[in-house]
């Protein structure tokens, strides 16, 4: 019978998906969803059921990257036909969209991998209904304490998800404390995901950074080296179903110490699907940074040409880590896009916590503040830097900021740009691409 129910919500889903779509007022990322999902609730798991093996990822950041490592994995595989909620949909009504969408007229999915971006509070609602094969949680930090609360909450959220799934194999990251125990006292089989001790040190996790336990499973990066582009070069080592994993040159064009960790996740669930560690390697060198983390767009007038290389920031872990890479960078061009949409979360108290007083070891040429909250991001600096580049431009309307911007910049320039949620998708759009182009 829900089989025969589930070719009219599928059908109402697309139309309703169009109809957004056509008028301008969306993409059908998440009314479908939250429509079906509010008085269909059985349409999740009927279609969910269907897929032969499911990946959830969660946690705080990096969530997209490793789905869209994990993704570039599989795409190496012949026979693997990859689903994932690409738009960055990470709430129910999100997933659900992305499954109908993707389902045929009779509610079919013809796909052998579904790799979802769980977000976190999301993950104890449906743990049951989507049944894991493999949970990966990628770190816990404080963030957005006016939606989760505090860090202790968002922790427990996530293992009375993995709770719900006993048979799921767990990948966590190894270094943070949070993630390293959050298996402890339950059945699940759990991969730690760990740098080599020299590199995690820099990393600020809350409370002691934890160490791997000898002999553990898992995989540790050792050899890691950032690139002038802002490449990552590393090797792997560790072991997989107490099986020696070792690979000695990986690649990631995703910028930084924390973007490796990623990588782990995607190449660990890799082999826990059977596939090896060449073709892991081979797929994340297909593999381009998810919108808005490390993406390179591009504006041209005429002969001159500015390149805007955008990293998301949106709690003070990635706001410090992001300002940590850009030590190197000679002659910094930096926009700070800081806006306190529901998305982003609206308690900006969180730009006090992130360590803006790193740009005090850049080279920087000049800093532009827009958004919503540009002037409070202006505030910050003040107190911040020592020596500022001159007046710093403040513009809350992220157009007139991009036009600036370009004014500022000598063709070839590459201009940073660290925007929250949903100043990247404003920045974006205005640069021609859309939430659904990843």
Same mark, same amino acid.
């Given at each position: 019978?829900?089989?025969?129910?589930?070719?009219?919500?599928?059908?109402?889903?697309?139309?309703?998906?169009?109809?957004?779509?056509?008028?301008?007022?969306?993409?059908?990322?998440?009314?479908?969803?939250?429509?079906?999902?509010?008085?269909?609730?059985?349409?999740?798991?009927? /279609?969910?059921?269907?897929?032969?093996?499911?990946?959830?990822?969660? @946690?705080?950041?990096?969530?997209?990257?490793?789905?869209?490592?994990?993704?570039?994995?599989?795409?190496?595989?012949?026979?693997?036909?990859?689903?994932?909620?690409?738009?960055?949909?990470? /709430?129910?009504?999100?997933?659900?969209?992305?499954?109908?969408?993707?389902?045929?007229?009779?509610?079919?999915?013809?796909?052998?991998?579904?790799?979802?971006?769980?977000?976190?509070?999301?993950?104890?609602?449906?743990? $049951?209904?989507?049944?894991?094969?493999?949970?990966?949680?990628?770190?816990?930090?404080?963030?957005?304490?006016?939606?989760?609360?505090?860090?202790?909450?968002?922790?427990?959220?996530?293992?009375? @998800?993995?709770?719900?799934?006993?048979?799921?194999?767990?990948?966590?990251?190894?270094?943070?404390?949070?993630?390293?125990?959050?298996?402890?006292?339950?059945?699940?089989?759990?991969?730690?995901?760990?740098?080599?001790?020299?590199?995690? +040190?820099?990393?600020?996790?809350?409370?002691?950074?934890?160490? +791997?336990?000898?002999?553990?499973?898992?995989?540790?990066?050792?050899?890691?080296?950032?690139?002038?582009?802002?490449?990552?070069?590393?090797?792997?080592?560790?072991?997989?179903?107490?099986?020696?994993?070792?690979?000695?040159?990986?690649?990631?064009?995703?910028?930084?110490?924390?973007?490796?960790?990623?990588?782990?996740?995607?190449?660990?669930?890799?082999?826990?699907?059977?596939?090896?560690?060449?073709?892991?390697?081979?797929?994340?060198?297909?593999?381009?940074?998810?919108?808005? +983390?490390?993406?390179?767009?591009?504006?041209? $007038?005429?002969?001159?040409?500015?390149?805007? $290389?955008?990293?998301?920031?949106?709690?003070?872990?990635?706001?410090?880590?992001?300002?940590?890479?850009?030590?190197?960078?000679?002659?910094?061009?930096?926009?700070?896009?800081?806006?306190?949409?529901?998305?982003?979360?609206?308690?900006?108290?969180?730009?006090?916590?992130?360590?803006?007083?790193?740009?005090?070891?850049?080279?920087?040429?000049?800093?532009?503040?827009?958004?919503?909250?540009?002037?409070?991001?202006?505030?910050?600096?003040?107190?911040?830097?020592?020596?500022?580049? @001159?007046?710093?431009?403040?513009?809350?309307?992220? $157009?007139?900021?991009?036009?600036?911007?370009?004014?500022?910049?000598?063709?070839?320039?590459?201009?940073?740009?660290?925007?929250?949620?949903?100043?990247?998708?404003?920045? +974006?759009?205005?640069?021609?691409?859309?939430?659904?182009?990843?």
């Amino acid at each position: 019978m829900n089989q025969l129910l589930l070719i009219p919500i599928v059908a109402f889903a697309k139309l309703l998906t169009l109809a957004l779509q056509v008028s301008g007022r969306g993409s059908g990322t998440a009314l479908p969803g939250y429509l079906v999902g509010r008085y269909f609730p059985f349409v999740l798991e009927a /279609l969910v059921s269907q897929i032969p093996v499911v990946v959830a990822i969660t @946690g705080t950041n990096g969530k997209t990257t490793s789905q869209t490592m994990l993704s570039a994995v599989l795409d190496q595989v012949p026979q693997a036909k990859v689903l994932r909620n690409k738009a960055g949909a990470n /709430l129910s009504q999100g997933i659900l969209s992305e499954l109908l969408k993707q389902s045929n007229a009779v509610g079919r999915l013809d796909c052998t991998h579904a790799v979802l971006e769980v977000e976190e509070a999301t993950l104890p609602r449906i743990a $049951r209904l989507i049944k894991p094969n493999i949970i990966a949680v990628t770190n816990l930090y404080r963030d957005q304490l006016d939606a989760y609360g505090e860090i202790d909450r968002t922790e427990k959220l996530i293992r009375d @998800g993995i709770a719900q799934c006993p048979t799921a194999a767990v990948v966590v990251n190894g270094d943070d404390p949070r993630t390293a125990r959050l298996t402890q006292g339950l059945g699940n089989a759990t991969y730690f995901m760990s740098l080599a001790p020299e590199y995690a +040190r820099f990393l600020p996790y809350e409370g002691q950074l934890n160490h +791997r336990v000898p002999g553990s499973q898992g995989l540790e990066a050792t050899n890691i080296h950032i690139n002038e582009d802002l490449t990552t070069d590393f090797s792997i080592q560790g072991q997989i179903n107490h099986e020696t994993v070792h690979l000695p040159q990986a690649k990631t064009v995703s910028p930084g110490f924390f973007h490796v960790y990623n990588a782990l996740t995607a190449i660990a669930i890799a082999n826990l699907l059977g596939i090896d560690g060449a073709t892991a390697i081979a797929g994340l060198k297909t593999f381009k940074p998810a919108f808005g +983390r490390g993406e390179i767009l591009t504006r041209q $007038r005429g002969d001159k040409q500015v390149n805007y $290389r955008l990293l998301l920031v949106k709690n003070p872990a990635s706001f410090s880590l992001s300002l940590e890479l850009l030590r190197n960078i000679p002659a910094l061009k930096l926009i700070l896009a800081i806006n306190d949409n529901t998305a982003d979360g609206k308690d900006v108290s969180w730009l006090w916590d992130s360590e803006l007083e790193r740009l005090n070891q850049t080279d920087i040429d000049w800093i532009l503040c827009t958004g919503i909250r540009a002037k409070d991001m202006a505030v910050r600096l003040k107190y911040a830097l020592d020596a500022p580049p @001159g007046p710093i431009p403040t513009d809350e309307s992220i $157009r007139q900021a991009i036009d600036l911007s370009f004014d500022k910049a000598n063709t070839g320039d590459t201009v940073f740009v660290l925007p929250t949620y949903t100043a990247m998708l404003e920045f +974006r759009k205005l640069m021609g691409k859309t939430l659904d182009v990843v």
